[in-house]
């Protein structure tokens, strides 16, 4: 007799079967057990799920509340009728943490005061580690898709993140950085417990490569508007790097930000030496909307090669994406993806348990998680919570042509990171050269 997750899985496949495209995307069930629910919330028939919805600061908030109340609000209750869930209805009820961990933890204790026990939130690993305590200790569940801190890899708490954890990213940076050909790199870094993991993993690995570090790690403040006096610190470490291997091609800024990055490179221009150099970094400076309408004339010159885990090529991700886009004006990317693939998930959970109480849902969610093929791709998690890593792409900054409606900066694929086989593919034809190399 097939176990109850098979059972559900084949249900929910052929319930996405009946919606279609924009909807329907469970993968074949797994063998597996899973703890049964408790089931302490009412059985859901004809019920108004809440979910909660933190943006990560005003910015992010612009685009992910109508993300989240015109494209998977709708679908996810176009699914529940499909699937005859007795007149259920999805609402997301979206707030904003201003970029603060303060506020962040006051809209997590905001929710649980109106009963609302499952969010998305925690974009930023600062503000899922100020409220992890207090999810963990209240019977919750937070979901992030882009928190990335390996501080946040830890095993039976209540964060389960959508993205891989930066432990796959440091490495990765360091094999892309040397398949360029940079050799000595200056690490200008956020001061949090995000660039701080990240620092941590990158340094000794890039020392094992052979690589140089000129001068010490930067460290800024986060809360810093005024970058002038890191970026004498990072200028002076570029000289010195830039006479010992002039041309420009051989010296990297390890650049390690959020949306302080167009003020960073707009305050970089004064200072030759390094904005001279070639910057690396990770999802805070990929895909930054703020960085090609706020500084496009420095990001295109410095280029900012960064990584952002890979978006499958399919049918679905390219539907939403067309969506979301002509919907925000905006690019869509991955993390984009995974907000998507987050609400299915737990409405998926949901649904097995018929509670929306977190306590009900938590042990389902990485056996679900197994057999689900979202938007974002499969959605296998770790031993922690996280997303198994896949692929890297590496994104920089040019400006748009015609196909992009000759927009001052766009961004662009400069190639592809295989994290399995550990090696970097530059795809030439976008960047207009072939890099250095080792």
């Not at 176009?78 to 005859?84: T, Y």
């Amino acid at each position: 007799m097939a176990d109850k997750g098979m059972t559900m899985a084949i249900i929910l496949l052929v319930a996405g079967l009946v919606v279609g495209g924009g909807i329907g995307y469970f993968a074949a069930p797994r063998q597996a057990t899973t703890s049964t629910p408790t089931t302490t919330g009412l059985p859901l028939k004809g019920a108004t799920v809440k979910l909660g919805y933190i943006a990560s600061d005003t910015t992010a908030l612009e685009t992910g509340k109508p993300h989240h109340e015109q494209i998977i609000t709708p679908d996810l209750n176009a699914w529940a009728k499909a699937i005859g869930w007795g007149g259920v209805q999805f609402v997301y009820l979206s707030d904003d943490a201003q970029g603060q961990s303060n506020t962040h933890l006051e809209k997590v204790q905001g929710y649980k005061s109106e009963g609302i026990t499952i969010l998305e939130g925690g974009g930023w690993s600062s503000e899922a580690q100020s409220s992890l305590s207090y999810v963990n200790s209240n019977d919750m569940l937070m979901w992030s898709t882009s928190s990335t801190s390996p501080t946040l890899a830890i095993a039976n708490d209540r964060l389960y993140r959508m993205c891989p954890a930066d432990s796959a990213l440091a490495p990765a940076l360091v094999d892309v950085m040397w398949s360029y050909g940079i050799k000595s790199v200056i690490i200008f870094q956020r001061g949090d417990s995000w660039g701080d993991g990240i620092v941590n993993l990158f340094v000794p690995a890039w020392t094992a490569k052979g690589g140089e570090q000129s001068g010490a790690t930067i460290r800024y403040a986060a809360e810093a508007t005024d970058f002038s006096n890191y970026l004498q610190q990072a200028n002076t470490a570029a000289a010195a790097a830039n006479k010992k291997y002039p041309g420009g091609e051989r010296v990297a800024l390890l650049l390690l930000s959020f949306n302080e990055a167009p003020v960073i490179v707009t305050q970089m221009k004064d200072y030759p030496d390094v904005y001279a150099t070639r910057p690396f970094g990770g999802d805070g400076t990929a895909l930054s909307q703020r960085l090609m309408d706020d500084a496009p004339e420095q990001s295109n010159h410095l280029k900012i090669f960064s990584l952002q885990a890979q978006a499958p090529s399919s049918s679905k991700f390219n539907s939403l994406k067309a969506r979301y886009e002509a919907l925000t004006k905006q690019q869509y990317n991955a993390y984009t993806a995974y907000a998507y693939d987050v609400g299915f998930l737990v409405a998926n959970t949901i649904y097995q348990a018929q509670s929306s109480a977190a306590d009900d849902v938590v042990s389902l969610q990485t056996p679900t998680a197994y057999m689900s093929y979202g938007a974002g791709g499969w959605e296998q998690l770790n031993e922690f919570g996280d997303r198994a890593p896949p692929p890297f792409d590496v994104w920089f900054y040019a400006p748009g042509g015609a196909a992009q409606n000759n927009k001052p900066s766009f961004s662009y694929v400069a190639g592809t990171y295989n994290t399995d086989t550990k090696t970097m593919v530059w795809n030439t034809g976008v960047l207009g050269y072939t890099p250095k190399g080792p």
